[in-house]
């Protein structure tokens, strides 16, 4: 294992195994949370995760002889079977699924956990599995929020976790052409680090960002808060070297070409189901001399909808840009408390009661990277477009206080969850003219469903990725647990999918498909689509090894 291997599986970074980032990260819930969710009748209930030897998983299955033969590719120290190692991979960071973990439900667990060093080893691995029949669930950064490291288990097929994090190297940097090849193993900020050596930057930062790897971006079509500028995650893939059963595929030659359909965007969204992606080129960038992050304050998230299309529009997106609807606004839980402040602050006052601030206007971040006056010079027009639709200016730290807590909320999940607090989000994306009939849509079908449990549902929603012909709707729920809130979310899931597909939504903008959105698949790509995947799945995994019931069923 490299160094940065190393560090990953033993560093104090190291993620808690039932939540998200280090325990010396952790914080209890701050007061005025506490304070506001008890307004709403959001009951807290203080709930433990239990301790890691109570964990129950099933017995390991994986058979002597097999697991000698992956040891013989390998090593013999990168094949693990110990409980640990299998509980850590046992499935992803969704709510639901902290929410099983925390309870000590591992039953997802693989029966191994093998880390190849390099491309020809995950070959190797292949070539063995497809031979023996074993079940090769691709582990990146561990971060799904779909299902997606839950596949199929059939009872009679051992299952494997390929943990990629071993190959974590930065390959050739490519200046003049501005590429650069990333080990898929790379976790972002390690990635982010290595292009800083050479004065580059790739710019993809989702909130997974400390954990999720770019073999992971790749296969989920990843988008990060900066894709308003930069792009998404597949728009900054140049190449890809991808592992399969029946062989190496390496993909993207040229910037461009019209050599028939272009066969990246068939592993760009696979989902570990066709292959292993061991390697990127990905597109980089100088690294930014100048950033800028204002807070603005919005009539109302229609007015707010409308001054976004017009910047998409006007090709004027700014880096970083995200819409808070009035309850997000309000409510803040999606982002951190300021330190020392209060966690329900809007930039327009502080400590709001969540009702009466429906009426007090919606939040708005802009952020600006890149060369100095590239960055003023577009912040100053944004500024324009925004004060002449009735946009006003927040205090100077209201950008900064945003950019500084922008990974904060997946621990503020983990302090939620601790007091017995459900909180979840879901994402969808539709064209400008559909996007608020969308936004109603979603936000009836969770309300409802959820209302009805008797939950006391909070529905939050922000716009965080502008297209000239639409945007993206994220939403995020708090809530109370009940007595079964595995069922409540999977009811309310179901609720907000069937309306995502009535609005002519997409099931999914950047979190992929995995388990938990294949129901909705057909309905967005057609039966045609899915005979297709189906295709390219029985020509790259004739055998059926990789992600069994991902993507495609
Ligand atoms: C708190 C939180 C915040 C999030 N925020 C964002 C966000 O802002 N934007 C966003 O886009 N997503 C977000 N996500 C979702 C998730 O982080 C992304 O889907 C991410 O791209 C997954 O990367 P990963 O390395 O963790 O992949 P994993 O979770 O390990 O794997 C995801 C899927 O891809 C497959 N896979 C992984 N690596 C490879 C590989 N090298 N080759 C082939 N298949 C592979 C897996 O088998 C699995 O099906 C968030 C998740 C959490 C928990």
Redesign the pocket.
Known sequence: MTSTGQARRTGSTEPVWWG?GPASAHEPLPDEVRGLLARLGIPARPTAPVPLDQVRLPPARLPVAAREALATIVGSGHVHTHDEARIRHCR??STTDLLRLRAGDAGAAPDAVVLPADHDEVLAVLRLASRERIVV?????????VG??EPARPAERPVVALD?ARLDALGRVDRESGTAELG?GLRGPRAEALLAEHGLSLGHV???WE???I???A??R????ASAGYGRFDELVVGLRVATPVGSWELGRAPASAAGPDLRELLLGS??AF???TQVVARVRPLPARRIFEGWSVPDFATGTRLLRTLAAGDLRPTVCRLSDETETVGGLARPPRPGGPAAATGSGSGTDLADGLTGGCHLVTGYEGAAPAVERRAAEVAGVLLAGGARRLDAAAGPDWERGRFR??YLRDALLDQGIFAETLETAGFWATLPALYAGVRAALIGSLGAAQLSPVVMCHISHLYATGASLYFTVVCAQGVDPIGSWRAAKTAAGDAIVAAGGTITH???V?TEHRPWLDAEIGGLGVDVLRAVKRTLDPAGIL?PG?LVA
């Open positions: 998200w992803g960071r669930v691709p582990f990146g950064g561990g971060t799904s929020v997606g490291l990629l898929a989702p909130q997974s954990y999720a790897t073999g992971g971006f296969a989920t990843s988008s990060g808060q989902e570990g292959g292993v992606i909320a997946p950047h979190h992929a995995g992600n991902i």
